[in-house]
């Protein structure tokens, strides 16, 4: 059984937590919120790659994921 590789560190998430107010915070909490903030960023990612296609380019620009934030 292989280890799940996030590709958002948990010690970032974890302060994210702190700094929003909680005073501790557990492992499974920080698990299941970098699960969460994987998912949106890949779906606001995916929107992002597709206006930057719509527009004829290959890079995504900020205004692009702003958009695909929206």
Do not use: Q, Y
């Not at 010690?11 to 005073?23: N, S, Y």
């Amino acid at each position: 059984m292989g280890r799940k590789i996030s590709t958002i560190p948990k010690a970032t998430v974890a302060r994210i937590l702190v700094k929003a107010g909680a005073k501790r915070v557990s492992d499974s909490a920080v698990s299941a919120f970098t699960e969460v903030l994987t998912e949106i960023a890949l779906k606001i990612s995916t929107k992002a790659a597709l206006i930057s296609k719509h527009a004829g380019r290959k890079t995504v620009h900020e205004g692009d994921v702003k958009l695909a934030a929206k």
